[in-house]
């Protein structure tokens, strides 16, 4: 495998809706329904979002968005790399890929919501290593036994 391109890109390009489709699946299959904030491909569409893919050799094996929240920051959505090129550095490489964007931009802030099971503790994890921080629910997100909210100061 040679280098992971990661780009911007659009939820309708081939292979991502399926892509997508698995994502939402394993958000289900592993947290209540009331507690997935998972987005869907028209979700992803929407003002506001940008989309990114990662690929290694052409294949598509990983995605992950922004939501501008406006001047509270902005939000990382639809963090996903295929269970198949997982432990390679390639959830990191999308994190610092995003940050990087959010603070070109200029967002102030990061946040996002994930999972509070123990099947999100390595997305925790990854997001602890990159400085983010436990904060309460934010815009229009409620407390919610199954979820966690993190933050990352981009001005600092």
Known sequence: MSGILIETST????????????????????????????????????PGITFFSARADGALIGMGALKDLGPEGAEIKSMHIISEMRGRGIAGQMVAHIIAHARGAGHAALLLETGSEPAF??????????????????????PDPHSVFMRLSLTD
């Open 11 to 46: 939820p309708r390009m081939p292979g991502v809706q399926a892509l997508i489709a698995r994502h939402l699946a394993l958000m289900y299959e592993i947290s209540p329904p009331e507690s997935v904030h998972a987005l869907t491909v028209e979700e992803l569409e929407a």
């Open 121 to 142: 503790a390595p997305a925790r994890q990854l997001y602890e290593r990159f400085g983010f921080g436990y904060v309460p629910p934010f815009a229009d997100y409620q």
